[in-house]
């Protein structure tokens, strides 16, 4: 008989998608499996769980091949010797609690953590795993930790009272703007078209249905942001004001984060859709001489490598 080797599990949970990411036990990435958005204050537990099982399934099967599914789930016949879950909306002993009894009862793996998803960008981002981690995506937020561990966090409060400066709330300043214009309060002319050409609708009236639809999601609302930035590199005023407004609002984050730590010019890591292009850069020149090397991380997932493999050796 065959005996499957050992496995490690990393899981990155974003507000636009979910992924999985199967290694062996050194790390060495052998398969992926993607899904929707798992961020359980947007999408609920059930829907969250669901896509979390999606994303681990189609990894494992990339791994053991279609015959590996038995009765149940795939990862009852691989042998996940640790797992990491990093998501989105993981804000409360209450959430992580809620996550960790849904991977005790489906038996994922023996050893696992489950935390917020900047701890991945902290862990893959930093050379030992301190400094500073900004995520800027479809929410926003910023993670602190010292050489000594005492960890702060800025941000992360969800788009109906926070996530300043991330891809939905660009979406709503813009819709604002756009709504206004409709109504002549406002003559973001420009910014008008190319959210109604952005989502085929023929004129403005249609915005109310379509943004107020049971089925729009944050992550669809936060698209929006790359029409508004393609917009401000072109030069408009208006997506320019708007752009210039959540790089503040990210420098501020990454500021309290560095003030709170009390740690001179920390290691900054980035991730997160928007701060791939121009607005990264409006970010660290408002941030300036407050951090030090700064990276950008463009495979979250592989900071959860890092974290399984911590498991393993007994640490977290």
């Known amino acids: 008989m065959v005996t499957t080797p050992e496995l490690l599990l990393a899981v990155d949970g974003g507000g636009t998608k979910t992924q999985a990411v199967i290694a062996d036990l050194e790390g060495k990435v052998l398969a992926r499996g993607l899904a929707p958005s798992s961020t359980v204050h947007n999408v609920g537990f059930e829907q969250s769980c669901a ?5 681990i399934e189609g990894a494992l099967v990339n791994v053991l ?4 599914r038995p009765e149940g789930r795939v990862w009852r016949s691989a042998r996940i010797a640790a797992a990491c879950f990093g998501l989105a909306g993981i804000d409360s002993p209450e959430d992580e609690a809620e996550v960790s009894r849904w991977v005790r009862e489906q038996a994922i793996a023996p050893r696992f953590a489950v935390i917020n998803d900047a701890e991945l960008i902290l862990a893959a981002g930093t050379p030992d795993g301190w400094g500073v981690a900004l995520v800027g995506g479809t929410g926003s937020v910023c993670l602190g930790r010292t050489r000594e ?33 409709a109504d002549g309060r406002a003559d973001a002319t420009a910014l008008l078209e190319a959210v109604l050409r952005h989502w085929s609708l023929r004129e403005p009236g249609a915005l109310i249905r379509h943004v107020h639809a049971e089925t729009i999601t944050p992550s669809e609302i ?31 984050h ?6 709170k730590l009390g740690v001179a010019k920390p290691p900054l890591a980035l991730a997160g859709g928007l701060l791939r292009a121009s607005l990264r850069q409006a970010v660290l020149a408002r941030v300036g001489e407050q951090v ?17 493999r911590r498991l393993l050796a007994g640490g977290r």
Do not use: C, F
């Not at 896509?51 to 994303?55: M, R």
């Not at 091949?65 to 590996?68: H, K, R, Y």
């Not at 990454?254 to 003030?259: A, D, E, M, N």
């Open 51 to 55: 896509a979390l099982t999606i994303a």
């Open 65 to 68: 091949g279609p015959q590996a």
């Open 149 to 181: 561990g005492r960890t702060v966090r800025v941000g992360g409060w969800g788009p109906m009272i926070g996530d300043e400066g991330s891809g939905y709330q660009i979406a709503i300043s813009a819709l604002h703007q756009v709504t206004q214009t």
């Open 222 to 252: 936060a698209g929006l942001a790359t029409v508004v930035l393609d917009l401000a590199t072109r030069g408009d005023a208006h997506a320019k004001a708007i752009v210039d407004e959540a790089a503040s609002d990210l420098a501020r």
């Open 254 to 259: 990454v500021q309290s984060v560095v003030k």
């Open 292 to 308: 030090g090397a700064v990276n950008y991380v463009t495979d979250p997932p592989l900071g959860g490598l890092v974290l399984a």
